[in-house]
Every structure is written in C-alpha cells, then in structure tokens.
C-alpha cells in the first residue's frame, strides 16, 4: 500500500488530484496540505510516505527533501506547465510530473516512486508534445474572454463570490456564466472543469496567463 501526502495551494487541483488517486487500490491518502507548516508535519507524523507537492507552494528544496529522506519518504514534484524539472531531481526528488498530466500518467509516475525508482519522469515530461491538443484549442476558441476568466480563477481554487468581487459583477451572473462554460466544455461541475482545463494544455496555459494577470491586478 502506498500512503500519499498531497501538498498543493490549489484547493481544485488538489482534490481533483485526491479522486484520481483515490480509486486505486494500492493508494491510500493519509494527508492534504495547503501550506508548508502542515505539509513538515503530515512528513513527521507519516514516515515512509510518497509526498507529491506543487512548486508553486515555493518550498526551499534544500530545507524540504532532507527532511523527506530523513523520515524514509519519497518525493514527486508537481511542475507548472512548462517548468523545466532538471534542478528538482538535481535536489532529490524521486519524481516529476508537470500539472496538465494526465490522470494515467500521475498513476504512473507514483507507482514507479513507489517501488523505490529514482528520476521517475512523467509520461511526456520535457518532451516534444506532439499531441497539438485539438479539443484544448476548441474550446479555449469557444470561451469568451470572461468566460475564460472564470475558469481561470475556478481552477485557482475561488469560489464564486470571490469570483464575482474580482470580476466586478454578482454570484448570479458567474452562476449563469458557468451554465455556458459547462455546456462548451461537456463537463456537470467545477472540479470537471478544473480537471478537463488542467488536462488540455492549450486550454491550461490561457487559464494560468488570464489567472496571473487577474491576481496582479492587471
């Protein structure tokens, strides 16, 4: 049985990335963490775990994969898209894999770390894409420029309160944006959503350049 630690600020993707794993039966998720204090804790309390933690959580490697050998536990570091993971491995990571993965291809990568292999690259990882994701492409053509907004910051983890304040608009109008941008993408909810646009990288990169823009202000 591999006991998983799942260490991500996105609160989407990180229970996006919890079903996917959890429907395995060789998979046991004994932690999610959001921030780093509860992330060295879940390492403490949990020893010979398999740690997959985002980068984006802006972790000191030189402070976080000692920690994670001496407890006996191993390691996999969820990359944005297009982040080169050579440096990680070069600190000790076991695994990479970059955030638009496939759910077949995080299977892969963690049950590979589970049997003790070391410099574990995800299927496709740095890589020539050769898959122009034509479904990814369609609909990031279909979405409208708020639309796209709003699965940008849905896949940022917001609510749509939070959504409506930084759109400048009600919970009412998002609402009925979603009803749209459900029908377009073919999913039922907002972790589908999540999901599908981690999953299309075309679609994945326009979210996560709006989402910068949207956090800074711009």
């Known amino acids: 049985m591999n006991k998983l630690i799942l260490a991500d600020n996105q609160a989407i993707f ?10 395995e039966d060789d998979f046991r998720i004994i932690a999610q963490c959001a921030e780093a204090e509860r ?14 933690f985002a980068s984006a959580l802006k972790l000191d490697p030189q402070v976080l994969l000692p920690r994670v050998h001496a407890n006996g536990s191993r390691s996999i570091v969820v990359a944005e898209n297009g982040e080169p993971v050579q ?12 955030r638009n993965a496939t759910g077949p291809a995080l299977i892969e990568c963690v049950r590979h770390v589970g049997l003790g292999e070391r410099n574990v690259r995800a299927m496709g990882l740095d890589g020539p894409m050769v898959d122009e994701d034509v479904v990814g492409s369609r609909v990031r053509d279909r979405l409208t420029p708020k639309e796209l907004k709003i699965v940008a910051l849905i896949v940022q983890g ?32 907002r972790l589908e959503l999540a999901l599908f646009t981690i999953h299309h990288r075309i679609l994945a990169e326009a979210a996560q350049a709006i989402a910068e823009q949207i956090l800074q202000g711009l």
């Open 87 to 98: 440096p990680w491995f070069n600190f000790g990571v076991h695994g990479a894999i970059q």
């Open 158 to 189: 917001c609510k749509n309160k939070e959504i409506a304040i930084r759109l400048n608009t009600t919970e009412q109008v998002i609402k009925n944006y979603l009803r749209s941008i459900y029908d377009k993408t073919g999913v039922s909810d």
């Open 14 to 23: 990180r229970a996006g990335t919890a079903k996917i794993l959890a429907m």
């Open 39 to 52: 992330l060295y804790g879940a390492l403490e309390t949990f020893r010979g775990a398999i740690l997959i």
